[in-house]
């Protein structure tokens, strides 16, 4: 549980509205089980390296279906013997601020 | 109020544990007055372009101060005309899922 | 001269296809006369940081023209008194491998 | 060959330098065999997505083994039969500036 990623991943072939094509993201996201906080800007999920990467290709297949063109961001931090860092790590900064 | 960025900026020279360094760029994004959603992957700000780039201007010149070697990350969504997403770009894919 | 970034834009409402718009930054990234390195994936620029902040800015603006949606990412690497990075960082590595 | 990446990977726990830790990814890629492009921030791999994320995978892993915390910062870029973009997307841009 020491990993978390922000993933955000959007066709590029759909238009300007791309809010159904996240959905499909969120939900595998969702199904997966692991914590995960839906934001604006990306989905932070939090989990074993390869248990979230498992979710990154599962998000990457299902829009690959029907998407000629996908850009994907990603950014990932990760602690040695620090689980639980989705919501300690806001509550660490919040503390501070 | 058309652009939303996700920043995430912290220290490479002060060791494994950063959140003091956060915890200044938060509270300058919340001294801006701006519409924010701080996460475990980085701080959501919505606003005029400008704002919220003078907002990312204020973290780095905070940091430069006291360290040597800082990292930023930046992704921004702009659209035309549509004020308020910080929160209904979430609610918008919720109804989705 | 001591920031690099990465920057890559593009807009979302103009089809998969966007060489077109990405050449348009590009060129205002080339008429900035700061030292730059395009890429696949984005294109490299160093500077102060205001001067590196100023040739977004006109990216933006200049896409915010004739484009609805526009994607942004952009990292930052700052390092005290180290100019000429955007060749000495990949000489350093270069040397490593 | 459909997707690029850009990948940047680097410990946080280990000070300002960085570059010797680089390597060692930049190293996995090159033995990867496939085509990158290693620059001042990051590196641009392209392949098919599973061979491009099991190289991904490799320098996560390889860092895991000294280091306390990393951070990684990843963009991919995904066009359907368009084999050969680590060059022709720097070309087609190239031809309009």
Redesign the interface.
Same mark, same amino acid.
């Given at each position: 549980m020491s990993v978390?990623?922000?993933l955000?991943i959007?066709p590029?072939?759909k238009?300007?509205s791309?809010?159904?094509y996240?959905?499909r993201a969120?939900?595998i996201i969702?199904e997966s089980g692991l914590q995960y906080?839906?934001?604006?800007?990306?989905t932070?999920i939090?989990g074993e390296?390869d248990e979230v990467?498992e979710v990154? $290709?599962r998000c990457?297949?299902d829009l #690959?279906k029907d998407?000629? &063109? %996908?850009?994907? $961001?990603?950014?990932?931090?990760?602690? #040695?013997g620090a689980p639980g &860092? %989705?919501?300690s790590?806001?509550t660490?900064?919040?503390k #501070?601020?």
């Open positions: 978390i990623i922000n955000s959007f590029m072939d238009g300007e791309v809010s159904s996240v959905a969120v939900n969702k906080n839906f934001g604006p800007m990306g932070s939090e390296w990467m990154v $290709n990457f297949e #690959k998407c000629n &063109r %996908i850009y994907l $961001n990603m950014n990932a931090d990760y602690r #040695k &860092r %989705i919501k790590k806001v660490s900064v919040e #501070k601020i």
